[in-house]
T-cell receptor, first 113, second 111 residues
Framework: NAGVTQTPKFRILKIGQSMTLQCTQD?????MYWYRQDPGMGLKLIYY???????DKGEVPNGYNVSRSTTEDFPLRLELAAPSQTSVYFC????????????FGPGTRLTVL | GNSVTQMEGPVTLSEEAFLTINCTYT??????LFWYVQYPGEGLQLLLK?????DKGSNKGFEATYRKETTSFHLEKGSVQVSDSAVYFC??????????FGAGTRLFVKA
């Protein structure tokens, strides 16, 4: 039981490049989330999903896209990377909407230069 | 709106010292309060929680009491160990999909 896994761990992008951050969970959770954490700030919700085929915007969705074709996978897409997207990205999953049921991945540190 | 403020780090302590990490919140309604911990190279994991005023959450020697009168949820441990070195996040949840996290406090414990 690996929990929530994220790849890559680190990535450097040039302005305007695109990439996909991968997130996979093996706990059969319906709910999945993407957060970003900027230096000195708390985690901000980017997108979330309540099940395969259903996604919705969180607090800071601009510049990102998501899809949820399976229960296990919830990739986050950056189409035109900008320096403002330099951050640490966390994926999480849960079996309910209660905050104490969220399981987090180890994070992806992204730098856009 | 809802918010969480926690003390800035890093906090550096010697082993067996007493730990306090302050957390205060602003919220409408009756939030649940949480402390998460992130060990090096790992994701956040729930450390403890409290769901109503005067509740005390505890786990692994850590404690925090939900104080509505002071809107606080300070994390304490009587005797820290090197293995407690991590980043600690205070958070609140008022329902739905939104959890409000503090900025995190990094703790270093020296042997």
């Amino acid at each position: 039981n690996a929990g929530v896994t994220q790849t890559p761990k680190f990535r450097i992008l040039k302005i305007g490049q695109s990439m996909t951050l991968q997130c996979t969970q093996d706990m059969n959770h319906n709910y999945m989330y993407w957060y970003r954490q900027d230096p000195g700030m708390g985690l901000k919700l980017i997108y979330y999903s309540v099940g395969a085929g259903i996604t919705d915007k969180g607090e800071v969705p601009n510049g990102y896209n998501v899809s949820r074709s399976t229960t296990e996978d919830f990739p986050l897409r950056l189409e035109l990377a900008a320096p403002s997207q330099t951050s640490v990205y966390f994926c999480a999953s849960s079996y309910s909407t209660e905050a104490d049921t969220q399981y987090f991945g180890p994070g992806t540190r992204l730098t856009v230069l | 709106g809802n918010s969480v403020t926690q003390m800035e780090g890093p906090v550096t302590l010697s082993e067996e010292a007493f730990l306090t990490i302050n957390c205060t919140y602003t919220a409408t309604g009756y939030p649940s309060l949480f402390w998460y911990v992130q060990y090096p190279g790992e994701g956040l994991q729930l450390l403890l929680k409290a769901t109503k005023a005067d509740d005390k959450g505890s786990n692994k020697g850590f404690e925090a009491t939900y104080r509505k009168e002071t809107t606080s949820f300070h994390l304490e441990k009587g005797s820290v160990q090197v293995s407690d070195s991590a980043v600690y996040f205070c958070a609140l949840h008022t329902g739905g999909f939104k959890t409000i996290f503090g900025a995190g406090t990094r703790l270093f414990v020296k042997a």
